[in-house]
């Protein structure tokens, strides 16, 4: 279907809309006529048909937007738990497993391409599990994602064979040593046998030598890890205290020089595990490439495009399910290749770290959850060159920051950032209404408390819209929804003024592995959700919601909206561009809105960026500023608004 074709069809669908609310208002009126005939059950039917049309009407529309549900063909509906825009003006909705261990076993890794233009879907051939992976827009209009998971979570009760991690030693300081999946530990002192799960390279030793005499000093053991598991099921297999592991299968001098050292190896809860493996995935050719992987496994890693175009990998856990260590690196576009920071900075998993004007970085201290409650969950500035990390005071409801959202308020250039809601550590059931607002230009930032949510709402979904608001829509007030406490409200909150107003209600819950996407025509689509439970009672379990909703926010209910088109496909920073505008009502002002990459309710990637502009005999010309670090490399949508804030559709702008 052609993209013409596509919006004849969409001016179809909404006359559509209109002749079926005038039967809707005929129903209304003969329900209210004998609704007192036919007792309450009818009175309830009539208010559901009553509320339908209302909210139908243009005067509601234009005032509080409308929900709409997507129809996606059964084939293509997957556990959403990933989403970004591309340069092509498609989403990939990535699930991976899905969070799902059938699909997990069964290797059903899955991946779906949506053009909102002509409604078309298309299943994307996925090469490994992406659940729980991190990604990022690349300056070349690819989407880098790296990490997923290797295994699934098993809780205390659910595991019956003892494990753990065992470090795997070398002390040969010639070769480094391969030992396959399979490879049996045995115990010096207990005895016991453990079986390893994977394979894993063990570094060669190193031989330290005093830098002033050159005399040789010690050899420093290469080192590898590595998930065991007890040969066979039971308590008595696991053990108590550290113990030295011989490595079965081993020849000549590697049997002395390569053991394995373990402490405890117990039945207790098993966390998800991470993999290595990193992926561009290419919007034109529409299909995921593999690059060099990642030196450490993570799950739930944090991507942030740094300014020179390299990305920043953060936290996750490993490929035993500990946290990684604050081992930090960054991936070169150019290369291909991934290298260690060489400092150390330890977060929870889904840091929310985003580039600043300066080229440092802020951690707004929202977070997805794992790591130690007392490390790493301090907001600040994070100056990647030295290390240093400042300290941002004034935090609400410090001790409720997972599960929050994060969002750059627009214009990027004021560096204003407000936090949304959040929960308590782990399953906890508190959670926060905050809104916590901090100016990182102030010789001294600090958190001041904003405009309140009406309730404590973890997972809440923020989205960047063209008028200059941020549409804050689900979330539930417990831990995944739990207790029936989805929270079935959105609204807009408006920079400026500092408030937020209610806008219609979404008719979908959204807790867990949901997030939002702003779209090209200035709608938003809403995806995900993973309920623990699906009753109020908390006795059935939850159901993982895939259905997508998608917002037509009140600028699209007005008389007319601005039109762009023509113009360069490509901005220099400093440079200009001239475009053809038309559409009725003087146009007011020009942004750039880099495109979403969202997973878990953190998206470090949009920001909309103020372009300075110039009335031309026909258009505009619009300059983007000079600042690479404001104005990361990559793919833009350039949206023009009237004196109302009524966005046109985006035409899309590289900045090289």
Sequence with gaps: MSRQAARAQRTARINHRRRRARRIAIGVVVVAAIAGMNGPALWRYGNAKYHAYKIDQPEYKAANGKWTFLDIPSEYRVNGIHAALLHTGKVLLIAGSGNNQKNFDAKKFESVLWDPETGAFKKIPTPNDMFCAGHTQLPDGKLLVAGGTKRYEKLEGDVTKAGGLMIVHNEDPDAPKTIPAGTEFTGQKNGKTFVSKDPVLVEKAKKVFDPKTGRFLRTEAGLGRIYVEAERSGKKYETGTEDNYRVQGLKGDDRRNVYGIAQKLALDKKDFQGIRDAYEFDPVAEKYIPVDPMNEARWYPTLTT?????????????????????????????????????????????????????????????????????????????DLETNKFDKIPGLSDADQMETSATVMLPPAQDQRFMVIGGGGVGESENSSEKSRLVDLKEKKPRFRDGASLEKGTRYPSASLLPDDTVLVTGGSE????????????????????????????????????????????????????????????????????????????????????????????????????????????????????????????????????????????????????????LVPSGRYMLFVTDAEGTPSEAVWVEVP
């Design 478 to 629: 417990d831990y995944r929804g739990r207790g029936g406490s989805n929270v079935l409200q959105a609204r807009t909150y408006d920079a400026k003024t500092g408030k937020y107003q209610r806008v219609a209600d979404p008719r979908v819950g959204r807790n867990y592995h949901s997030g939002s996407v702003l779209l090209p025509d200035g709608r938003v689509m809403i995806f995900g959700s993973d309920s623990l439970f699906s009753d109020k009672a908390n006795t059935r379990p939850g159901v993982f919601e895939q259905r997508v909703e998608i917002y037509e926010p009140p600028y699209l209910y007005r008389d007319s909206r601005p039109e762009v088109s023509g113009g360069p496909k490509t901005i220099e920073r400093g440079g200009s561009g001239t475009f053809k505008v038309g559409g009725g009502k003087p146009v007011t002002g020009a942004k750039l809105i880099r495109p979403s990459a969202v997973t878990h309710v953190t998206d470090v990637d949009q920001r909309s960026i103020a372009l300075e502009m110039k009335k031309t005999a026909d258009g505009i010309t619009v300059t983007v500023p000079e600042n690479r670090a």
């Design 306 to 382: 740094l300014e020179d175009g390299r990305v920043l990998s953060a936290s996750g856990l490993d490929e035993i399910g500990a946290i990684v260590p604050g081992k930090d690196e960054i991936y070169d576009p150019e290369t291909k290749k991934w290298e260690y920071t060489g400092k150390i900075r330890r977060f929870p998993t889904y840091p929310a770290l985003f580039l600043m004007e300066n080229g440092k970085l802020f951690y707004s201290g929202s977070n997805a959850g794992y790591g130690p409650a007392d490390v790493g969950r301090d907001p600040g500035v994070w």
